[in-house]
């Protein structure tokens, strides 16, 4: 199967000093940023492995990831502004 990679590198290009500065700056941010890519990892490997899971967890965990996408974002937003 090919899988898309859903990292904030490949997402937001345009961000990459401030991912990098948030990362080292803002305890917060850097949680975040750690739990979106661990989740991301697990969607991609299970997506990529073609793994048995319920259609319902896998769209549960696709949404958890957005939400963490959209917070990181209007992180990346303000700090850039």
Request: proline fraction near 2%; hydrophobic fraction near 40%; avoid cysteine.
């Amino acid at each position: 199967m090919n899988v898309d990679h859903h990292d904030l590198h490949h997402e937001f290009p345009e961000y990459a000093a401030a991912i990098h500065s948030l990362k080292v700056g803002s305890t917060h941010f850097a949680r975040l940023f750690d739990e979106y890519h661990t989740l991301t990892a697990q969607i991609e490997a299970l997506e990529d492995n073609d793994s048995p899971i319920a259609d319902t967890a896998l769209e549960e965990m696709k949404k958890q990831r957005i939400k963490l996408k959209d917070e990181l974002y209007g992180m990346l937003k303000a700090a850039k502004a």
